[in-house]
């Protein structure tokens, strides 16, 4: 039991901070490119996942900015909706 946990906690840290990098815009992560985050984590498994938790990423939310207007599809737009 405890060598699968060796195994599956190393594997399940490297597999968070990778979708977490990949999915966060290039404005959330800090000190090297997003690219180089995403090489260190996979290349320098576990500390590189470790490295990035703590220094590489900001801890706000994902995504655009709160201040940028997201797009919208016609179908989900109100103001268009209002205007059939």
């Known amino acids: 039991?405890?060598?699968a946990?060796?195994?599956l906690l190393p594997l399940?840290?490297?597999l968070y901070?990778?979708?977490d990098c990949a999915m966060r815009d290039d404005s959330q992560i800090k000190k090297i490119p997003k690219w180089g985050w995403l090489?260190?984590?996979l290349f320098l498994q576990p500390l590189g996942g470790?490295?990035?938790l703590f220094i590489g990423r900001n801890r706000g939310p994902k995504g655009p900015k709160p201040?940028?207007?997201r797009i919208l599809p016609p179908d989900d737009d109100p103001d268009f909706l209002r205007s059939l």
């Open 39 to 41: 090489l260190a984590i």
């Open 5 to 7: 946990l060796l195994i």
């Open 50 to 52: 470790i490295v990035y």
């Open 1 to 3: 039991m405890v060598r």
């Open 67 to 69: 201040g940028k207007k």
């Open 17 to 19: 901070t990778f979708v």
């Open 12 to 14: 399940a840290l490297t």
